[in-house]
């Protein structure tokens, strides 16, 4: 029964989240809440080593919260769950979008998906900040402000900011330079 339930919370995933990996994260908060097969600080891992790892994000996500959920069979069945509409969507798109192609209808259909697009990358990247940078839940148990806060984590990323952005040096840098420098720091100081 999990594998069907993976497979169905999946699915719905691949079928609406439209704009690529990264709108798969408010789908997959939603997820961890309803389901508990993972926490949302759980979700942060997911998305440093999906990041981290060759493929798509969204595919990354599927497949570790499967095996997290249910082994190797579950990262499968998240995996076909996710990519199955993309696959069939595809493919009656393809066919059909020679006849369509210059229908006014279609037309505004795919501009209306952009904005679309745009506000679940934005919802996946304020929640990606606030999973890595804040903790509200050792803020709760405290009632300390400064508890709220993830100072390494908000310190790192500035020297991240400044590094990839200002330092003319650093700027042409292949991003998986400062994907391994970060781990490296990850490890040394105890993240």
């Known amino acids: 029964m999990i594998y069907l339930r993976l497979f169905f919370e999946f699915f ?6 439209v704009g ?33 790892t060759p493929g798509p994000i969204g595919v990354n996500m599927a497949t ?11 990262a499968v069945t998240a995996t076909l769950g996710l990519v199955t509409p993309s ?3 595809i493919l009656l798109i393809a066919r059909a979008l020679r006849a369509f192609r210059e229908n006014p209808l279609v037309e505004a259909g795919f501009y209306g998906l952009r904005p679309c697009s745009v506000g679940l990358i934005a919802a996946a990247g304020l929640l990606v900040v606030k999973l890595a940078l804040f903790n509200p839940a050792l803020y709760a148990a405290s009632g300390k402000l400064s508890e709220l806060f993830n100072w390494k984590a ?38």
């Open 12 to 17: 719905k995933t691949g079928l609406f989240a």
């Open 20 to 52: 690529g990996g990264m709108a798969t994260l408010p789908f997959l908060y939603d997820i961890s809440t309803r389901t508990g097969w993972f926490t949302h600080e759980m979700l942060a891992d997911m998305i440093a080593v999906s990041e981290s």
């Open 64 to 74: 570790y919260v499967g095996y997290v959920t249910a082994g190797i069979p579950g």
């Open 87 to 89: 696959v069939v969507i």
């Open 154 to 191: 908000i310190l790192l990323a500035a020297v991240l900011l400044v590094c990839t952005r200002y330092v003319k040096k650093l700027k042409g840098l292949h991003p998986i330079v400062f994907i391994l420098a970060s781990a490296v720091v990850g490890v040394v100081f105890s993240f």
